[in-house]
């Protein structure tokens, strides 16, 4: 079972990954927690070109940069770990990038989804999670975990930015009301906690 969280900047996706890992972990389930960019060490070299701060990307070398970091990870790390029928929790996967070039950098949503899915092959998840939370909120949670170095280049971005990757994350929802469940982040961790782990719990049942 493949599951991805997704949300802007300190919305808390790490936080609500890391609680489920511990609750299917505790139930006996073999789980794989990744990140992207990251989680190869091709993947993790391209992390760290995309979020320094040294140079600026245009956004059509962004949206092939996330996908060439995502491609490694599909086919070495992703794919490998579903035949071994683990769980693999992925903070953040291809949404991101719709969100966040398509409508955020506002590139051609179509060339977007195409390049997406060339990463991808077109394996998804079954189930993800949108953290929706208000940029204010989100930045006022960044700012109490002081980060070295200050923000990164993708949080660098600035409010209409981050305004626009959220309605995109809402549009992307809509279109797929049974995959994407868009959860309500500006509450107590454990009260979201608890929704996440009854929708996963749903989905396991099923398998
Ligand atoms: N429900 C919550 N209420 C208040 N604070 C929270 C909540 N969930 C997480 N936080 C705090 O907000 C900050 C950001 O959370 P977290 O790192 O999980 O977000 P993220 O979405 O993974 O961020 P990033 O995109 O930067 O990786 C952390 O300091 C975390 O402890
Ligand atoms: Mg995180």
Do not use: C, N, Q, W
């Given at each position: 079972?493949?599951?991805?969280?997704?949300?802007?900047?300190?919305?808390?996706?790490?936080t609500q990954l890391t609680l489920l890992r511990e609750v299917l972990e505790d139930r006996g389930l073999r789980t794989l927690t990744v990140r992207e960019p990251g989680a190869t060490v091709l993947s993790e070299e391209i992390r760290s070109i995309l979020l320094s701060n040294k140079q600026s990307i245009t956004s059509t070398a962004e949206l092939l940069l996330f996908n060439a970091a995502r491609a490694q990870l599909v086919e070495r790390v992703i794919v490998p770990a579903l035949e071994r029928r683990e769980i693999v929790l992925c903070d953040r996967y291809s949404d991101s990038t719709t969100a966040y070039q398509g409508y955020g950098r506002q590139l051609d949503l179509g060339e977007v989804r195409t390049c997406n899915n060339i990463a991808t092959r077109g394996?998804?998840?079954?189930?993800?999670?949108?953290?929706?939370?208000?940029?204010?909120?989100?930045q006022q949670r960044?700012?109490?975990?002081?980060?070295?170095?200050?923000?990164?280049?993708?949080?660098?971005?600035?409010?209409?930015?981050?305004?626009?990757?959220?309605?995109?994350?809402?549009?992307?929802a809509a279109a797929e009301p049974h995959r994407f469940h868009v959860i309500d982040g500006v509450r107590d961790r454990d009260v979201i906690h608890a929704d996440i782990v009854a929708v996963v719990t749903a989905a396991l049942s099923t398998l």
């Open positions: 079972m493949f599951i991805s969280f997704e949300g802007i900047d300190g919305s808390g996706k790490s394996i998804m998840p079954r189930v993800t999670f949108f953290i929706d939370v208000p940029y204010e909120a989100a960044m700012s109490f975990h002081t980060t070295s170095g200050g923000p990164d280049r993708m949080e660098r971005s600035g409010p209409e930015f981050f305004d626009r990757v959220r309605a995109g994350y809402l549009e992307i």
